[in-house]
């Protein structure tokens, strides 16, 4: 036989009034049903501050982020500091970290040495991961929101299904890597072109992937219920559904944010991505020191950011998405 426990009545939030009013014979009242308050963003981040590695993790998350928007606004990076400022001092390139920090003093920009040009490789680390980053949270932002809407209509229109299914079909069999390749040699290759490039059909798979979950739930016996008493479709998609997918869809997005910096990285170093000193063209640019002894620091620095930052993105979304499902929040 369990033992009786006490229980707590200031976890149900409520005054003594309320708690211990006296209720007539009204069915209504009588029916009711005393439980605790529930937020659900506030169950969110209770359970993803729960695991002690998530807070170490938005820590680096907030130093990279601080690095690569705040620190060379701060420098004047590309504007007040010139990147080529050192080109025609042969004394000046490729440097290794002490070297430059000898010639050109105990500064944080020449902690990692200099590069081909001159440049500090580590302002220019930071200066190519904004462009990266900021590439990917447009394309994500796209993608996602084009995906979401279309998948959500996808979903419950059969008209709409019978035309989709045969475009989806058609694009999903040609290579994405491919087709991107394809839209940056027609266009220049600039920072919003290579934006249309990842949106033009990145959206699709996204897309194809809600209008599967949108099938899974819409017959559920809620939603029937719903359709029965004459509640509209639109209200459906965006109260029954849409809200019970919020885990899924900031799962979808722990992906795709990394995957576009993965994909202009790829691209730069094919030779086929921005003109912009991105990460991918830093990598470019230093594929020859790669192998020459005292220079592949200029190689593995923006190999290493990339590397990083495209983890900790993944590992936060992902992390974030498992905290969004309601079933973890008991």
């Known amino acids: ?102 010639k050109f003093g105990n500064h944080i920009s020449w902690i990692l040495g200099t590069g081909k040009s001159g440049e500090s490789t580590f302002d220019a680390i930071w200066y190519g991961s904004s462009i990266s980053i900021s590439l990917a949270l447009i394309c994500a932002a796209i993608n996602m929101t084009v995906g979401v809407v279309v998948g959500a209509i996808w979903g419950f229109s059969k008209k709409v299904d019978a035309v989709m299914m045969e475009v989806y079909n058609i694009i999903a069999n040609v290579p994405y890597i491919l087709l991107i390749s394809v839209v940056v040699l027609i266009m220049s290759a600039n920072f919003w072109s290579m934006v249309f490039a990842l949106t033009v059909t990145g959206w699709l798979a996204i897309a194809y992937f809600i209008r599967t979950q949108v099938i899974i739930i819409r017959d559920r016996e809620y939603n029937l219920a719903s359709r029965c008493l004459g509640t509209p479709i639109f209200r459906i998609a965006t109260k029954n559904i849409l809200p019970f997918m919020t885990s899924v869809i900031v799962t979808l997005i722990a992906t795709e944010i990394p995957s576009y910096i993965s994909y202009e990285v790829f691209l730069s170093y094919i030779g086929m991505g921005l003109k912009d000193m991105s990460l991918g063209k830093l990598i470019e640019v230093a594929q020859d020191a790669m192998f020459t002894p005292g220079w592949q620091l200029e190689f593995w620095s923006p190999v290493a950011v990339a590397s990083i930052i495209t983890v900790v993105l993944y590992v936060v979304g992902q992390n974030l998405g498992d905290a969004s499902d309601p079933r973890t929040h008991m």
Request: aromatic share 12%; glycine share 0%.
């Open 1 to 102: 036989m369990e033992e009786n426990k006490l229980i707590n009545l200031d976890e149900f939030n409520m005054s003594d009034e309320e708690l211990f009013s006296r209720v007539d014979h009204n069915s209504l009242d009588s029916e009711k049903i005393t439980a605790p308050r529930y937020s659900y963003w506030q169950s969110v981040f209770r359970v993803f501050f729960r695991n002690k590695l998530n807070i170490v993790i938005l820590a680096v998350l907030a130093v990279i982020i601080a690095f690569t928007y705040v620190y060379p606004a701060v420098i004047g990076y590309d504007a007040d500091v010139d990147p080529y400022q050192n080109l025609l001092d042969p004394t000046a390139k490729h440097l290794s970290p002490s070297a430059a920090l000898e």
